[in-house]
């Protein structure tokens, strides 16, 4: 839970710059994006394309018409920003951006290889997600977020997923919840290897999973969205213990093994629990 990574926050990582260093002579096929363990799958088009300026590249406005072809590079640009995108959210949670640190979308497009428009462009996402901040002339720097933020988010997202899922235990059929096993399984597998990115994405599956039985798509959003606020780190990288991980995970599927059985007294028990006493 967010009150215990909170307390568990220890010294932040030592790092000698504040941005990652840019290495333009990487290739895209080569590329490899913070949090990612594998090359950025970087279409064609987007690696073969020259560095030039962006003003350089010409701008279309709506009185003007596309030029052939300029539908399928905005489609690969998407493309190419979805994955950016992932892998700095990746990043974020495993303590590769660090809180309060200023990055350059050209530098990180070097070390990308790809340009700085699609990365520029992930950033403004992160930005409204309040995962970063815009720095005029400079770049986004990662905000800094305190403990009680953390206690804050935390407490919104039990007034939300608490009587929900209490609710759903009174209502959903054991065989509902038992199709939800191999989400629980995920995430202690995620677990298990101590993967704190590939935990945070499946631990957001479970829970989404859950919350989307009762069948509404506008508090499942709001709730995921809470929940990846959770994950982002606090201004000091917390210690990392994967025994906490796999403490978390068990609850999953002790929380799924008492909803077969409708044991509704441990239900509440456990919801009540995964919300104050562990990182989910």
């Given at each position: 839970?967010?009150?215990?990574?909170?307390r568990?926050?220890?010294?932040?990582?030592?790092?000698?710059?504040?941005?990652?260093?840019g290495?333009?002579?990487?290739?895209?096929?080569?590329?490899?994006?913070?949090?990612q363990?594998?090359?950025?799958?970087?279409?064609?088009?987007?690696?073969?394309r020259p560095?030039?300026?962006?003003?350089?590249?010409?701008?279309?406005?709506?009185?003007?018409?596309?030029?052939?072809?300029?539908?399928?590079?905005?489609?690969?640009?998407?493309?190419?920003?979805?994955?950016?995108?992932?892998?700095?959210?990746?990043?974020?949670v495993?303590?590769?951006?660090?809180?309060?640190?200023?990055?350059?979308?050209?530098?990180?497009?070097?070390?990308?290889?790809?340009?700085?428009?699609?990365?520029?462009?992930?950033?403004?996402?992160?930005?409204?997600?309040?995962?970063?901040?815009?720095?005029?002339?400079?770049?986004?720097?990662?905000?800094?977020?305190?403990?009680?933020?953390?206690?804050?988010?935390?407490?919104?997202?039990a007034?939300?997923?608490?009587?929900?899922?209490?609710?759903?235990?009174?209502?959903?059929?054991?065989?509902?919840?038992?199709?939800?096993?191999?989400?629980?399984?995920?995430?202690a597998?995620?677990?298990?290897?101590?993967?704190r990115?590939?935990?945070?994405?499946?631990?957001?599956?479970?829970?989404?999973?859950?919350?989307?039985?009762?069948?509404?798509?506008q508090?499942?959003?709001?709730?995921d969205?809470?929940?990846?606020?959770?994950?982002?780190?606090?201004?000091?990288?917390?210690?990392?213990?994967?025994?906490?991980?796999?403490?978390?995970?068990?609850?999953?599927?002790?929380?799924?093994?008492?909803?077969?059985?409708?044991?509704?007294?441990?239900?509440?028990?456990?919801?009540?629990?995964?919300?104050?006493?562990?990182?989910s």
């Open positions: 839970m967010e009150q215990a990574r909170a568990d926050a220890g010294t932040p990582r030592p790092h000698a710059s504040t941005h990652i260093p290495q333009s002579a990487q290739s895209a096929q080569s590329a490899r994006i913070p949090g363990a594998g090359p950025v799958d970087v279409p064609a088009a987007e690696s073969a560095r030039v300026p962006e003003q350089a590249r010409g701008e279309h406005t709506h009185s003007e018409p596309l030029a052939p072809g300029a539908a399928s590079r905005s489609v690969q640009r998407h493309s190419v920003r979805g994955q950016i995108l992932e892998a700095l959210r990746s990043a974020l495993d303590g590769e951006l660090l809180p309060g640190e200023v990055y350059s979308a050209p530098v990180l497009g070097d070390r990308f290889g790809v340009s700085a428009t699609p990365v520029r462009e992930a950033m403004q996402q992160l930005a409204t997600e309040g995962a970063v901040e815009v720095v005029p002339n400079r770049g986004f720097r990662v905000t800094v977020r305190t403990a009680r933020e953390l206690a804050e988010l935390a407490e919104v997202r007034l939300i997923e608490v009587p929900v899922m209490l609710r759903l235990a009174r209502t959903v059929p054991a065989a509902r919840w038992a199709e939800l096993h191999p989400l629980a399984e995920a995430t597998k995620a677990a298990a290897t101590g993967d990115a590939e935990y945070a994405e499946t631990d957001r599956a479970f829970h989404r999973a859950m919350l989307s039985l009762g069948g509404n798509d508090l499942v959003m709001v709730a969205d809470l929940h990846r606020r959770s994950q982002w780190p606090l201004t000091t990288a917390p210690v990392f213990r994967r025994a906490d991980l796999v403490a978390d995970a068990a609850e999953h599927t002790a929380l799924l093994e008492a909803l077969i059985a409708q044991d509704l007294p441990v239900v509440q028990s456990l919801v009540r629990e995964h919300f104050t006493g562990s990182d």
